[in-house]
């Protein structure tokens, strides 16, 4: 089946420092891509919406200067997270979809845990 | 409905037995949701979905049951197995395939 795939699977980075973490979409063409975030023992919020060649839909009190989202490729979705802080450590997921209407099929990454210190 | 920090229930169930999670929301007009699992360090799993025209699924060992009147779903895992500990979101598929998701329900299995 469909296997979405996040790298790195866990990192820790320094306050102040910038960390990226990929999403890759392994055997189909994902025109939409969704980053998740999850604080322990929480459910996912939505961060954004990623659409290959266009600019990302942040959802409310997200600051897509911080959480910059690039989506370069029909495989490919990035997430920076800029000038990181220890309250930015999270479990950070994403999910691609072969198409944007509702009903497409939604395939998950196995989700990246960042530590900041 | 949507989670904003809140804490995860817990459901504790026997080995063997039947188990409930629940899971409510608030607008009438949502009508595709999904319940998905969700094991320690990883990326939910699809576990069965249903729209509002059905008001019952079944898949293996799962039943996902919609009451659109008192917008209410409830997924029953017969025969609770220890692999089936996991935490149990349901999540309403809205505009844009986006997926908002609800709190949340940790479910322990005794043996």
């Known amino acids: 089946g469909a296997v979405v795939s996040q790298h790195p699977s866990r990192v820790i980075c320094k306050s102040g420092t910038s960390v990226k973490i990929e999403c890759r979409s392994l055997?189909?063409?994902?025109?939409?891509m969704f980053w998740y975030r999850q604080f322990p023992k929480q459910s996912l919020m939505l961060m954004a919406t990623?659409?290959?060649?266009?600019?990302?839909?942040?959802e409310q009190g997200v600051e897509k200067d911080k959480f910059l989202i690039n989506h370069a490729s029909l495989t490919l979705s990035t997430l920076t997270v800029t000038s990181a802080h220890p309250e930015d450590s999270s479990f950070y997921i994403c999910?691609?979809?072969?198409?944007?209407?509702?009903?497409?099929?939604?395939?998950f990454g196995e989700g990246s845990w960042l530590t900041v210190v | 409905g949507e989670s904003v920090g809140l804490h995860l229930p817990t459901l504790s169930v026997q080995e063997g037995d039947n188990s409930i999670i629940n899971c409510a929301y608030s607008?009438?007009?949502?009508?595709?949701f999904i319940w998905y699992k969700q094991e320690s360090g990883k990326g939910p799993q699809f576990i069965i979905d249903?729209?509002?025209?059905?008001d019952k699924r079944q898949g293996q060992r799962v039943t996902v049951l919609l009451n659109k009147t008192v917008k209410h779903l409830s997924l029953q895992i017969a025969a609770t197995q220890p692999g089936d500990s996991a935490v149990y979101f349901c999540?309403?598929?809205?505009?844009?395939?986006?997926?908002?998701f609800g709190a949340g329900t940790i479910l322990r299995v005794k043996s």
């Open positions: 999910s691609a979809s072969s198409g944007a209407y509702r009903g497409s099929t939604i395939y």
């Open positions: 055997d189909f063409q994902a025109t939409t």
């Open positions: 990623s659409n290959e060649g266009s600019k990302a839909t942040y």
């Open positions: 607008n009438s007009a949502s009508d595709y």
């Open positions: 249903i729209r509002s025209n059905m």
């Open positions: 999540a309403e598929n809205t505009y844009g395939n986006k997926l908002v």
